[in-house]
């Protein structure tokens, strides 16, 4: 198992499995089942292409693999695709998912395959779904331990079961090729390699001042502050509330945030919008405590924490499944801020060029190797500086993609965080075919109501697409 793996696993709780998931949402002329599922895996002979879906961990030899006690067909069951509540019974699906362990000594992963009626579950928007002409809806919820692998090698490894899977490898080749410069001379290379060691040195130590610096801005975080006032401290609510949405489409995103200023990014716009919401959450909170005479402090700034793949959130072809993943933390705009967007671009401009994310997985890396485990769970949840909400970006196709010989088409595709202990909201940013998705898994006692969540979250994005004078071009 790799460190990173291994502090996952050593640093959950019951409260917070390190288990991520997601659905593959698909329309096809025929359902599609656990059995059809099962035929392409064996098929496309995932199993020896990715050795790390046949593992499990080795419970008489801690951080290490063995071979799965459960079989394929154990682990790819059919179930029932959700009929009467539009949303609802999927949402409640995917809270089990994020919330209940998995048995890692037994499988590290396991997929559930359900069919109905087009538009029955609401994984597709309703948006999309007036486009399809299929007759039948497929869902492939899947969901795996951090200890296998990282989200970005996770989706990278589904990828393979996809009838355009070469295409997508060489594509990547292709892309790798672009970026490969002349050849340097060894002058060149040992001062490339002193200048990354001054980066480095230089990186760490501001690194390390920020995160000391937010430690100490924010003592507590403040959805717990709201808890406390509101006379509980239970934060072992096993339960997520859970939304999703398309948000809009790339390339309308893209446009915006160039329209907006220069160097501004779609991580940028997604952040802010995301803040944005927290703050309309807190003012909520803050409502219903002054209802019954209680305060809550105005929070001007707010700490989030962002997972970055260290390998640029691409499994690179013929690398094997693993954990590159590091994350930094953050200061951004929280309540009664008007400056949003360019106080997050010019925060998250200093940290994407800083050594932050790589500090990280290199601590978690050593601290799984000399530190009592028992000590993971308590650096995680510091390591968090009271952070609001986790926001993770996991880039997918910039097309539709098809299983089965064409029989299926993935029309959408959703991933969800696993909240890290002592952060109750995640956002997962997912693009897929020129559509951005956004997602959220939150405790409920942060985020009641995580379909309100969202449209706090678009709300803003509206207000930033109004003033940047770009068109919108789709509909919620």
Not at 38 to 64: A, C, M, V
Not at 95 to 124: H, M, Q, R, T
Not at 285 to 292: D, F, K, T, W
Not at 436 to 454: C, I
């Amino acid at each position: 198992m790799t460190s990173i793996g291994k502090f996952s696993h050593a640093s959950e709780t019951l409260s917070n499995p390190s288990v991520p998931a997601l659905f593959l949402a698909m329309t096809g002329p025929k359902p599609f089942q656990a059995a059809d599922f099962i035929k392409i895996w064996k098929s496309k002979d995932i199993s020896n292409r990715h050795p790390r879906f046949e593992q499990r961990l080795d419970s008489t030899n801690d951080g290490y693999f063995a071979p799965a006690k459960k079989s394929l067909e154990e682990r790819v069951t059919d179930t029932t695709l959700p009929k009467t509540l539009y949303r609802t019974e999927l949402a409640l699906s995917i809270s089990e998912l994020l919330s209940n362990p998995l048995d890692v000594y037994k499988s590290l992963w396991e997929a559930k395959v359900a069919f109905g009626e087009l538009g029955a579950s609401g994984a597709i928007s309703q948006f999309k779904v007036k486009q399809i002409s299929d007759n039948f809806e497929s869902i492939v919820v899947f969901r795996s331990h951090h200890a296998m692998a990282d989200g970005t090698s996770l989706a990278s490894g589904l990828l393979d079961l996809c009838d355009e899977a070469e295409e997508l490898k060489e594509e990547i080749k292709t892309q790798l090729k672009k970026h490969v410069g002349k050849t340097k001379t060894l002058l060149e290379k040992i001062r490339k390699w002193l200048r990354q060691i001054i980066w480095l040195c230089i990186g760490m130590m501001n690194s390390i001042f920020y995160q000391i610096f937010l430690w100490g801005s924010m003592p507590k975080n403040p959805f717990e502050v709201a808890l406390t006032l509101s006379g509980s401290d239970d934060h072992s609510t096993i339960a997520r509330t859970i939304s999703w949405c398309d948000a809009a489409p790339v390339a309308e995103i893209k446009k915006v945030a160039k329209a907006l200023g220069q160097d501004i990014t779609i991580n940028d716009v997604v952040v802010s919008c995301v803040s944005y919401a927290i703050s309309k959450q807190l003012e909520v909170h803050r409502l219903r405590l002054e209802a019954s005479g209680k305060v809550l402090p105005l929070f001007k700034h707010i700490n989030v924490v962002v997972p970055v793949h260290l390998t640029g959130g691409v499994l690179l072809p013929n690398k094997p499944m693993g954990n590159m993943i590091g994350a930094f933390c953050a200061r951004v705009p929280g309540e009664g801020v008007k400056n949003r967007l360019e106080e997050v671009h010019e925060t998250f401009s200093w940290l994407k060029r800083s050594p932050s994310a790589l500090l990280a997985y290199l601590l978690a890396r050593t601290s799984t190797a000399v530190l009592p485990l028992s000590w993971n769970k308590f650096m995680l949840q510091k390591g968090s500086c009271n952070a609001c909400a986790a926001i993770s970006n996991v880039k997918s196709s910039p097309r539709k993609l098809h299983i089965g010989e064409g029989s299926q088409t993935i029309q959408s595709v959703a991933g969800f965080l696993p909240l890290p202990p002592g952060v109750p909201v995640g956002v997962t940013v997912c693009s897929y075919a020129g559509t951005l998705t956004l997602t959220v898994a939150a405790q409920p006692w942060a985020v009641p109501d995580a379909d309100q969540f969202l449209l706090w979250v678009l709300e803003e994005y509206r207000r930033l697409l109004k003033s940047s004078g770009v068109l919108q071009t789709i509909k919620n």
